[in-house]
């Protein structure tokens, strides 16, 4: 069995102070709404309790699928880098980069350069598929389980947080899951923006979804894990090679409201059975008190 751990929407703070000739363009914007609020929405206390569990559950491997940052500020990458490195070593933990981690057109060697360690393929991943030169989608395998991973981060205008993919990178996804269907892997497909038609709003949503749901009809994969939408959604659909799930979760930082579980992360358990798969997915969320977390949902989401 093999257990992989998923979070996203990281928006690690307290945010460093920022020097006003940073302040130009959105991220004037940002740091008004940043200030307004989002503050008090995504808070290091929930976020420290939530990795805190996830770490000493000691899953085989951590995915990370963006927003790690907020403005884009250099200094805030750098804590990013910092941050991943306290979940694991780069070989136990992948991250993908968000809509708020291209804030700002920045040189990569300033911004998500930093986290390039836990942005390659391994060794095994590249046996299987050449990671192309623009570095996305890049493939690790793990036994019997290959991530894809991939890039819909793109800077774009104030009030607009789209993502898109590019034909390039769409070309490459194609080729990938094929070569890894072939192998009879299980194939997890790693993005942080919604990739299905109408999970987000045009404003916020992936430009390219209807020809990322063509790709994944045509090659097939067995589970998509993406964030963005702060909200758990699971949706299935048919594929070449069978069913697909597609799997949101919520902001690992936000604060919890009421009774419902706000910060929370998956935890997914993936075996071989027989010629199928059996995939169970575990709900892991910061109770109300903001002190601990606990299991919240168990759902079995593939037993063939």
């Known amino acids: 069995m093999f257990t992989l751990a998923h979070l996203s929407d990281i928006h690690l703070s307290p945010m460093p102070r920022a020097r006003r000739r940073d302040l130009f363009g959105k991220r004037v914007l940002g740091y008004v709404n940043w200030h307004r609020g989002r503050k008090l929405v995504h808070r290091r206390d929930i976020l420290d309790v939530l990795t805190r569990d996830l770490v000493e ?4 491997h951590i995915a990370v699928t963006g927003d790690l940052v907020n403005l884009g500020l250099p200094e805030e990458f750098l804590l ?17 980069p968000g809509n708020h981690d291209a804030y700002v057109r920045l ?7 930093h986290w390039r360690p836990f942005m390659e393929a391994n060794e095994a991943g590249e046996a299987l598929f050449r990671t192309p030169p623009t570095g996305f989608p890049f493939v690790r395998r793990f036994g019997d389980v290959a991530l ?4 819909s981060a793109i800077p774009t205008m104030p009030f607009i947080a789209a993502g898109r993919l590019g034909s ?4 490459f996804l194609k080729l990938a899951l094929q070569e890894l269907g072939r192998a009879g892997l299980f194939r997890v497909v790693l993005i942080h923006h919604p990739p299905l038609p109408g999970q987000a709003s045009w404003r916020r949503g992936l430009r390219d979804a209807k020809a990322m749901m063509s ?5 097939g994969a067995e589970l998509v894990l993406h964030g963005h939408n702060h909200e758990q959604t699971v949706f299935e659909f048919d594929t070449v090679t069978g069913p697909v799930v597609v799997v949101g979760v919520p902001s690992a930082s936000e604060a919890v409201s009421g009774r419902i579980p706000a910060a929370r992360y998956h935890e997914y ?3 071989r059975v027989g010629n ?3 995939c169970e997915m575990m709900g892991r969320a910061v109770a109300d008190t903001a002190a601990h977390v606990w299991e919240c949902e168990r759902r079995l989401l593939r037993a063939s």
């Open 168 to 171: 390039e990178q769409r070309a």
């Open 148 to 151: 894809v991973a991939l890039s």
């Open 57 to 60: 559950r000691q899953a085989d």
């Open 80 to 96: 990013a880098a910092e941050w991943l490195h306290h979940l694991g070593p780069p070989d136990r933990v992948t991250a993908i």
């Open 107 to 113: 040189h990569p060697e300033s911004g998500t350069g």
């Open 269 to 271: 358990r993936i075996a």
């Open 215 to 219: 790709i994944l009809k045509e090659a």
């Open 276 to 278: 199928g798969w059996r």
